[in-house]
């Protein structure tokens, strides 16, 4: 039974961080670690003691954490970026709360003999002779250690210790996957022999040459242990040295946090498929009764529809069959709506499928329409504003011999630089019919000829405004107003350019409103905007009726995106080793990269002819290089196997730790099939002889470090996952199965109903009810294999 754990966490603001500049004031962003491996930074926010961020974060794990960390830094132009202090959550504690954390945390102060990572292979044995008893212990290697040197690196030794008795291995310099291979012998009297309480302690420390040497972590092994089992080996997790983090009263500030762990077991596929076929009999053959999907949406909370629309999404697109199931959600709900004007307006599920799907389908085709426009605003960094209570005149930038700007020029110069970027933005998406997905067009198809048949008398505008309330206000609107969600952007916007893209959002409601509502509202200010949101009407309806003019057959897929599609592209700097030459930090060479779900190609400049190509069914792992390799951050690796099973290494550079990530995931996510994946890699590169990290001068060695194949970050371009998802909408309806046992079967969403029906439901709920069990038990019976496999190994090692 597979293992499937997704980390949720956003860093939503800080308040009372202490003050770290001598302007008296602090530059603060975050770094979140799992494990301490940095997985996200946010922005930093410029001389600000209460900072918010609100950025999110969704990270698959399948191989399980033990901890996630916040650190608050002050960033420094000058020198290194101080550190405020940091919270750590074990994954015990985030599992705990059923529904996630959601709070203010105080900061603590960073003690380094609590920043330990990695692990250390070691074998122990208890002799027992007639001469002698003794422990002996193998230090046999470690990997991951935490750097401790300037150099990135660390000169780690083990220490073993029980009561009085301790040995050393030797010290070996400059690494962090050390390989000792060396025996330690601790002689015990035979009084200690009988002792059930005492502790064997391995402790790992970094060799200093001036002053104290640094921790790097410990393994605690009951003493017990060794009496039930003489003889233990394997790799053991190297924990800190168990100072508790004092909580300093909130004088290091607090930040509010909301996270949520989601664990599952995944069953194999077989048993998932009673509930696949209820889940697709109900678009198959849709009934004016109850289906499974109207079930579901009858105890689903409002705070989950989110989650279960997008997996419904992502279900129906595995099967082919996501234009079917939006329009069996959207006729439901044009025809339970009397009012056009109400319709789709709440968060009902067929709102939030069509909003998950386009996010789901579209987000490349959104990334063409608005990426040049978008980056244009941040280049340009306008001062824009039209608010009278808002203008600020020493905001403004003006070189002039006519003295102040006055309030009508700010005014003037904000209305004109708006119609330029609105203008822009009308005219990329009017124009872009073609680039639009086939899929979303006829989805869109359909909800324009359900609207049209539920309301013939009503004025004709409102087949319009459905789907253009999907199209503007739930999708490109969103997206200019914060562009880093959409991943339009690597960062916040500052707030100037915020004020802007707020503006612009607000206008382009307006247009996907039609102008129906213009002049109606508080803001009438935003009136010398309205000419130019008139005009657009008639070519926005224009485009409308282009993008639904299409055949339905035309929008049948099975995929998130297709293999020509670019899921990733965008400059980065690469080096490919090949053969003994010295790899120098000067042999990164800017590229242009491209990344399809079939090839990853690079070429000098985005217009280049010639481009060199590896087939993605040739990778076998994507991992990040230490920084010791080359002496620079942020560097990855691509390693690839030829026909004749020869590896090939191709080192990356990124210019952050963002970039870096999201590179590392998109890789891995279409790579994530691939049948030769190695298990291990070396973090560092072949050179003078050996490895650079594990100091092995054999080139063809094992990895010393584990690989992360699966580990990526959780957006719009994973990929679809059938028993996953479905494991998903398992999840919900067992959580509402009482409430599912007394829904009336013959009563539509929104009606009455009487005591009388309040019964024990009879068809598709029963059959839900029978699925739902039968996957209690499957879920129940694996339990309980793992359970008695797991004392199985404990009882005979």
Known sequence: MAKNTSLYFRIVEGRNLPAKDVSGTSDPYC??????????????????????????????????????????????????????????????????????????????????DEEVQGEIHLGLELLKDTEKISLRCQVIEARDLAPRDIS???????????NNHSAETSIIKKTRFPHWGETLELELDPEELREEEGTVTVQVWDWDMVGKNDFLGKVEIPFACLHKTPQLEGWFRLMPLGNNEVDAGGKLGALRLKVRLVEDQILPSMYYQPLIDLLVESVISPTEDSSALTMLEEVTTVESRQDVAMTLVKIYLGQGLVVPFLDYLNTREVNHTTD?????????????????????????????????????????????????????????????????????????????????YLT?????????????????????????????EQFTDVFVDVKYLAISGFFFLRFFAPAILTPKLFQLRDQHADTRTSRTLL???????????????????????????????????????????????????????????????TVKEGFLHKHKAEGPQLLSRFAFKKRYFWLTSETLSYAKTPDWQVRSSIPIQCVCAVERVDENAFQQQNVMQVITQDNDGQLHTMYIQCKNVNELNQWLSAIRKVSIYNERMLPSFHPGVHRSGKWTCCLQADRAVAGCSRTHSAVTLGDWSDPLDPDVETQTIYKQLLQGKDKLRLVPENV??????????????????????????DLEQAHATFQRREKEDATSVIMNP
């Not at 990135?152 to 073993?160: A, E, H, K, L, N």
């Not at 340009?380 to 003006?398: A, G, H, S, V, W």
């Not at 905007?529 to 929008?555: E, M, Q």
């Open 503 to 565: 503006l612009l959002a607000k206008a382009l409601q307006s247009v996907g409103n039609l102008g129906l509502q213009l002049g109606h509202g508080k803001e009438q200010w935003m009136a010398p905007l309205h000419p130019i949101i008139l005009r657009s009407v008639a070519s926005v309806k224009d485009f409308l009726d282009k993008l639904i003019d299409i055949d339905h057959d035309t929008g049948k897929t099975r995929a998130v995106f297709t293999a020509s599609v």
């Open 152 to 162: 990135g690196t660390s000169d780690p030794f083990t220490r073993v210790i029980f």
């Open 748 to 773: 539509l969403d929104g009606a009455e109903c009487t005591v009388q029906q309040m019964k024990p439901c009879q068809g598709i709920a029963a059959r839900l009810l029978v699925v739902i069990e």
């Open 424 to 452: 822009s933005i009308i005219e990329s998406i009017v124009s872009s019919v073609d680039q639009c997905p086939p899929v979303m067009r006829v989805a869109f198809k359909q909800l324009h000829k359900r609207v049209e």
């Open 31 to 112: 770094i979140v670690k799992v494990d301490n491996e940095v997985v996200a930074r946010t922005a930093t926010v410029w001389k600000n003691l209460n900072p918010f961020w609100g950025e999110e974060y969704t990270l698959h794990l399948p191989m399980g954490f033990h901890s996630l960390s916040f650190h608050v830094m002050d960033e420094d132009t000058i020198g290194h970026d101080d550190v405020i202090g940091k919270i750590t959550l074990t994954k015990e504690a985030i599992g705990a709360q059923a529904k996630g954390l959601d709070c203010w945390l105080n900061l603590t102060k960073v003690d380094p």
């Open 340 to 420: 056009p004007n109400t319709l789709f307006r709440s968060n009902s599920l067929a709102s939030k499928a069509m909003e998950q799907f386009m996010k789901a389908v579209g987000m490349l085709y959104l990334h063409e329409v608005l990426k040049p426009i978008i980056n244009r605003i941040f280049d340009e960094k306008k001062y824009i504003e039209l608010d009278p209570c808002k203008i600020d005149l020493n905001r403004t930038r003006r070189i002039s011999f006519k003295g102040a700007v006055s309030e009508a020029e700010v005014r003037d110069s904000s209305v004109e630089l708006l119609q330029s």
